[in-house]
């Protein structure tokens, strides 16, 4: 099972988050790239979407629990090779999360010996002795979990069950001994390597790159200016972007791009980049109107995408001149 904790704070944020992360090809490349180490070990079409709600029984007091997590997913290769993947997000740093992690592994795992069982007792077929539980045979799918970072702050502690503990210091080194130390994978999206960032192939490259100049101005302009944008999914890119910046502006662009392209193209971010600097906007959104009211949509997608178109229409139309 594969857990992806990087959840963005909440409402708007997480939603768009989640958003992103549900379609196939994006959840498959975070893995390949996390986990494979960049090899295309998982296609999309070997996913299939999970129940991101767990119902679980308290042993304590019998009481039925829900566990919720992001975006779940379940891997199957061929010659039986199965392990689930859940994508799970992050904002800031959560002093919880080895115990979370243990919650979420707990329940998924009892999920699947309560199905086994299940299956023994309609077959007949109980272990011997029954104490066991479960045949000798009959094994788990694996359950791993991945914690994605979004701040820019890197997540250094806690990553172990160990770093939340309250360990007396006179018995520490006889405890830990039979303490394991149950570490969680965390993956600081703002501090990748150039050459990790490199190994992503869906629009969420666009999403590390954006995170790993998002402090310094200067890089985030030409981030904008030098990045030829090919999105899959430009409306589900352009909702992060705006619930991340806290701009609205972005979901002005979106509502033009869905109108010209609801399946993805280029996107010239000049446009946006002049939404970000607040330069430019109220130009480009007489242009647009203009050429809406004169029924021009082929010029709208052709002026997203060409930056010199866009100016040759503005010359057209006489807009910005004094």
């Known amino acids: 099972f594969y857990l992806i904790k990087g959840g963005m704070l909440l409402g708007n944020k997480d939603l768009a988050e989640k958003n992103l992360l549900q379609y196939k090809d994006v959840f498959s490349d975070i893995v390949n790239v996390n986990l494979f180490g960049g090899r295309h070990y998982i296609s999309a079409n070997e996913l299939s979407r999970e129940p991101g709600e767990l119902i679980t029984k308290s042993s304590s007091d019998n009481k039925l629990k829900q566990l919720q997590m992001d975006v779940p997913m379940k891997c199957n290769k061929k010659y039986n090779t199965r392990f689930f993947v859940c994508l799970e997000n992050q904002s800031d740093i959560n002093n919880i999360m080895p115990v979370r992690d243990m919650g979420y592994q707990h329940a998924k795992y009892m999920e699947q010996v309560r199905t086994i069982k299940e299956t023994n007792r309609q077959q007949q077929t109980y272990p011997s002795p029954i104490t066991k539980g479960i045949h000798d045979t009959q094994k788990l799918d694996p359950v791993i979990t991945l914690v994605l970072n979004y701040s820019q702050k890197e997540w250094k502690k806690p990553k172990q069950l160990q770093d939340v503990l309250n360990i007396p210091k006179d018995i520490k080194n006889m405890l830990l001994k039979h303490i394991p130390s149950y570490a969680i994978d965390v993956i600081n999206l703002a501090n990748q ?23 310094d101005k200067e890089k985030l302009e030409s981030f904008f200016r030098t990045t030829d944008f090919e999105l899959d999914h430009p409306e589900a890119f352009l909702d992060w972007l705006a619930a991340v910046a806290n701009d609205e502006r972005y979901i002005k662009a979106k509502q033009l791009i869905d109108k010209q392209n609801e399946k993805g193209g280029h996107i010239n971010m000049c446009v946006l980049l002049d939404m970000y600097e607040e330069r430019g906007m109220e130009k480009i959104n007489s242009l647009y109107h203009c050429l809406l009211e004169d029924n021009r949509m082929e010029d709208i997608q052709k002026a997203m995408l060409d930056a010199a178109y866009q100016k040759e229409l503005l010359r057209e139309y006489g807009i910005g001149e004094s």
Not at 193 to 215: A, G, P, W
């Open 193 to 215: 390597s150039e050459s990790t960032m490199q190994m992503y192939h869906s629009d969420f490259k666009y999403i590390v790159r954006y995170l790993s100049c998002k402090n």
